[in-house]
């Protein structure tokens, strides 16, 4: 059960487009396409964003879409706002009802 | 509008219990899977415990494997979290969440457990 590994941090300018990168091993990314990604601003709750790797819950805006490839999974913000500026994490299903969290991702919107 | 509200957080020493509630409102409880996910000051979220609609199997996190225990009295609508032999590294905000399939759709505030002696 060890986290899945995130960048640290991302940074992008208003408008542009950033991708965040959650790699994992065959137990859970790679074993299920079952990502989902989390958006938390300071002081607040986790609200998910995309579910199933590419799924977004109604009323989340399309400028979040998720993907995987392998063993990585990955979120792009596209068109980046202010309020995007938060931590992001992604969750794999790692199997017998258990899931592992990534290390999470502060982006920053300069 | 779904509701989850967290109570029973507070301060214990090491090698002490606690259990938190959790108040669900706002959809079927009896039909969901239900979560609780901590998050240490300053740190990442790390999921903790999952227990299956009707209370049938639960699953655990190895770090509180044999010293916490979650269920749920569904005619209540409320989960619970028992958590015995705390150790300082179980502080954090404790969150109660409902599960979709195979996400966590559903997020309470929070309550913060601080283990200190």
């Known amino acids: 059960q060890s986290a899945l590994t995130q960048p640290a941090s991302v940074s992008g300018s208003p408008g542009q487009s950033i991708a965040i990168s959650c790699t994992g091993t065959?137990?859970?990314?790679?074993?299920?396409?079952?990502v989902s990604w989390y958006q938390q601003h300071p002081g607040k709750a986790p609200k998910v964003i995309i579910y199933?790797?590419?799924k977004r819950p109604s009323g989340v805006s399309n400028r979040f879409s998720g993907s995987k490839s392998g063993y990585t999974a990955s979120l792009t913000i596209s068109g980046l706002q202010a309020d995007d500026e938060a931590d992001y994490y992604c969750?794999?299903?790692?199997?017998?009802?258990?899931?592992?969290f990534g290390t999470g991702t502060k982006v920053t919107v300069l | 509008q779904v509701q989850l509200v967290e109570s029973g957080g507070g301060v214990v020493q090491p090698g002490g219990s606690l259990r938190l509630s959790c108040a669900a409102s706002?959809?079927?409880?009896?039909?969901?899977?239900m979560h609780w996910v901590r998050q240490a000051p300053g740190k990442g979220l790390e999921w903790v415990t999952f227990?299956?609609?009707?209370?049938?199997?639960?699953h655990y996190a190895y770090s509180v494997k044999g010293r916490f225990t979650i269920s749920r009295d569904n005619s209540k609508t409320t989960l619970y979290l028992q958590m015995n032999s705390l150790r300082v590294e179980d502080t954090a905000v404790y969150y109660c969440?409902?599960?979709?399939?195979?996400?966590?759709?559903?997020w309470g505030q929070g309550t913060l457990v601080t283990v200190s002696s």
């Open positions: 969440v409902k599960g979709h399939d195979y996400d966590l759709d559903y």
């Open positions: 706002g959809f079927i409880f009896s039909n969901y899977g």
């Open positions: 227990i299956r609609y009707d209370g049938s199997s639960q």
């Open positions: 065959t137990s859970d990314v790679g074993g299920y396409d079952y």
């Open positions: 199933d790797v590419s």
């Open positions: 969750c794999s299903y790692a199997g017998s009802s258990t899931y592992v």
